[in-house]
């Protein structure tokens, strides 16, 4: 399979200005320095996020793992948070991840955004994967600095860009040239065209990641003074007679320890089963419908209707059709399919660490799609989970009952739900929702 992407108007055209040569967002982090002006460069988008600052957006990729670069558009406080920098073809992974940006730049389509890398993939460069080839042999971009023939390794292209002050981007590709491995260096991305390959690897486009300035270097120490020579020693006095211990105090007692604060976080398009013990019409939302259910203390999440009604719940993600002993009145309600544009459900009361979670043991834990964390135990999926900023919610499905071990999903919206899998089953499954926002 063969795809190719030209753009002829482009290479009849007057060459476009060089861009200004990129500077470093914000002081050197650890973290590439390397961003471009009026470039939505495409990839694969992880989460498209609002930030009010490039500050932000850098620091929301730096909590994703996976984020590799971003792109920040000032004027309407976008920050898009992408992997696979370069990959135009349709992404086919699932996790409702997708294909997106443009695959040139300073066009009508481009001003505004900008395109910052972060994380280095290859030798302290941020490149595509394999088989993505932007390649211009007749320069018309303007951008192409060197075409060298014979270079054997990907590896060996990218120290030749490494060595070229000038060389922002390098390009390894042996299908162009008659399977003779040659490697282009460039001053910037040759974008405007691209071709992939599937199969065999034989292309590589790698944008320079690691320029810019370096951390700063600690002052040198200052010289030791001399150590003058000791005085002789004088006999020694007998020593005092240590004074009695005083009695130490007793410590203060500890403090009672506060009653767990009430969270504040949503998910929207999100009518999550459970059982409700109120459903409310003439309260607002979601000021009067939170106030409802901080006051009622079995409430532990609260939704709003598609109706415009309030609904409080508890009992999370219970399917079970049978009310609880000494209980009227309550009813189950909503369900575990995503996409209920109008919905959303509020989390208020947590029972395992930050989180509120269905009863471990139950059918009642809802799968994602996505590929899971595979021999993860349920505290492992609970801290892979607090340690991204995106995570808002995790599935922990136990494979082999007994054992602690399982499979974690972890997920950003309701939208994670699977569509084909139902409820799991056996062993100490549960599904998590993050109870603060803070977290």
């Excluded at 850098?58 to 309407?76: D, G, H, M, N, P």
């Excluded at 932007?134 to 014979?150: E, H, Q, R, V």
Aim: glycine share 8%.
């Amino acid at each position: 399979m063969h795809f190719r992407m030209t753009n002829a108007s482009l290479w009849r055209a007057t060459p476009p200005k060089p861009p200004v040569p990129p500077v470093p967002p914000v002081p050197y982090d650890g973290f590439s320095p390397v961003c471009y002006d009026n470039m939505n460069a495409v990839g694969v988008e992880i989460a498209n996020l609002t930030a009010s600052s490039e500050l932000t957006c850098r620091e929301l990729c730096k909590q994703e793992t996976r984020c590799i670069y971003y792109v920040f558009q000032a004027s309407a406080s976008v920050c898009k948070l992408r992997q696979d920098i370069l990959a135009f073809v349709t992404y086919t992974g699932g996790g409702g991840l997708y294909t997106s940006g443009a695959t040139n730049y300073n066009t009508v389509f481009t001003l505004g955004y900008r395109t910052c890398l972060l994380r280095t993939t290859h030798f302290g460069f941020t490149c595509a994967p394999d088989n993505y080839a932007f390649i211009d042999s007749t320069n018309a971009t303007g951008k192409l600095l060197k075409t060298i023939s014979g270079v054997s390794t990907y590896a060996a292209c990218l120290a030749l860009c490494d060595e070229n002050a000038s060389c922002m981007f390098a390009v390894w590709d042996t299908t162009s040239t008659g399977g003779v491995p040659t490697c282009y260096l460039a001053s910037n991305w040759m974008a405007g065209g691209g071709s992939y390959m599937s199969g065999a690897f034989v292309s590589r486009s790698c944008f320079k990641a690691n320029y810019g300035p370096a951390p700063p270097r600690p002052p040198p120490p200052s010289p030791l003074p001399p150590v003058p020579r000791p005085p002789s020693p004088s006999p020694p006095s007998p020593a005092p007679k240590p004074p009695s211990p005083a009695p130490s105090p007793r410590p203060p007692l500890p403090p009672s320890p506060a009653p767990p604060p009430v969270g504040d976080a949503c998910l929207t398009d999100a009518d999550i089963l459970g059982w409700q013990l109120q459903r409310l019409t003439s309260v607002s939302w979601p000021a009067g419908c939170r106030a409802a259910c901080v006051a009622n203390a079995a409430c532990t999440y609260y939704v709003l209707n598609t109706d415009g009604s309030c609904s409080l719940r508890y009992r999370f993600i219970d399917s079970s059709s049978t009310p609880e002993p000494g209980t009227t009145g309550t009813v189950r309600v909503g369900g575990t399919s995503p996409y209920n544009t109008g919905a959303i459900s509020c989390f208020l009361r947590s029972n395992i660490d930050i989180y509120l979670c269905s009863t471990p043991g139950t059918p009642n834990a809802v799968m994602q799609n996505g590929n899971p964390f595979t021999d993860s135990t349920l505290n492992q999926c609970i801290s892979a989970c607090k340690s991204s900023i995106l995570c808002r919610w995790f599935t922990w499905d136990e494979l082999v009952v007994g054992s602690g071990l399982g499979n974690c999903h972890t997920g950003e919206t309701w939208g994670d739900v699977s569509t084909y899998l139902s409820l799991a089953q056996g062993g100490r499954d549960t599904s998590c929702m993050k109870v603060y926002t803070t977290s």
